[in-house]
């Protein structure tokens, strides 16, 4: 029997027609490529990127659904729904997302909230629009592009804020959903290096979970394979897990083993490790999801940065 065609966008690769994320048509095309949830003017440091440029205004935008199942979701509205019918939206193109963020000031574009890999067409779109503008496009993932698609996305990306959740496959797959994509860890790395090699500017993010993946090893192995693949510049950025979902029984990381992970980055040789004691990842903080008024053109952008 001839085998079914694949998606190659991202690595589940899913066969034509059972498209995980949902966004995916039978031949394997976006649906929904303007469709806008959740919007909102935050700033740079926030997705955490802070060694880029200095902290400029961002306009954050985000769609729905997402290729994994990450149990402790923050945002589980956006990321686990395979229609978004559920979901307010605006449709708006390439030239009205630039326009919107050029008239709310901002320097840049951020995809972010749902999973942007999922996307790959509408960011490349938004961020050829973005570019020609003078705006910078940021990337904020769980890694989780093909080494094609990253070397395609790459090429109208100014700055990724990319996840390593863990080095160990069985964290991705009893944590995050990730059943059937194979040497999952591996694949993350891979895509992570493409972006580097790329010449993206790169930061990674590992958000710390009581329990799961907060052990000495995992975090050395982490920041090891930074340093030795990546340099020993690129930061390390790591965030604290807050309870949510369907980790909503676990107890927060202890300060402690934040601080641990942080010596040990730097007992690695990384020159740049951070750690937050009051923020999660990017899709935890506050977002402007978009409701029915904005169907009646009744929406506003909000802003943090105010």
């Excluded at 394997?28 to 303007?34: Q, R």
């Excluded at 698609?149 to 390593?164: C, F, G, L, N, P």
Aim: aromatic share 8%; hydrophobic share 35%; glycine share 8%.
């Amino acid at each position: 029997m001839k085998k079914k065609e694949s998606c190659s966008v991202c690595i589940r690769e899913c066969p034509l027609g059972e498209s995980f994320c949902g966004r995916r048509d039978n031949r394997g095309l976006l649906k929904h490529p303007s469709r806008l949830c959740a919007v909102l003017v935050d700033s740079l440091f926030d997705k955490p990127v802070i060694h880029f440029k200095e902290n400029i205004k961002v306009l954050s935008i985000g769609s729905w659904g997402c290729n994994l199942r990450c149990l402790g979701c923050q945002n589980d509205a956006l990321s686990w729904t395979t229609s978004g019918k559920e979901l307010g939206s605006l449709d708006l193109g390439p030239e009205a997302v630039v326009k919107m963020a050029l008239e709310s000031q901002c320097r840049g574009i951020c995809y972010t909230y749902n999973e942007p890999a999922i996307l790959l067409e509408a960011v490349e779109d938004i961020g050829r629009s973005a570019r020609k503008a003078g705006l910078y496009n940021i990337f904020v993932t769980n890694s989780t592009l093909t080494v094609d698609s990253t070397r395609r996305i790459a090429a109208v990306i100014d700055a990724v804020a990319a996840d390593i959740k863990s080095m160990k496959d069985d964290f991705y797959y009893d944590y995050c959903g990730a059943a059937g994509i194979s040497e999952v860890a591996e694949k993350v790395l891979q895509c992570i290096k493409t972006f580097h090699d790329s010449g993206t500017h790169v930061e990674i993010r590992t958000n710390v979970i009581h329990g799961t993946n907060d052990q000495e090893e995992n975090f050395r192995s982490i920041s090891h394979w930074i340093r030795t693949n990546l340099g020993k510049q690129v930061p390390w950025h790591i965030t604290k897990f807050f309870p949510a979902y369907k980790l909503s029984h676990l107890s927060p990381v202890p300060t402690q083993v934040m601080l641990k992970a942080q010596h040990i980055g730097l007992d690695e040789g990384l020159e740049y490790v951070h750690t937050y004691f009051s923020k999660g990842c990017d899709c935890a903080g506050e977002m402007c999801m978009i409701d029915e008024n904005a169907a009646r053109g009744q929406f506003k952008i909000k802003s943090c940065c105010d």
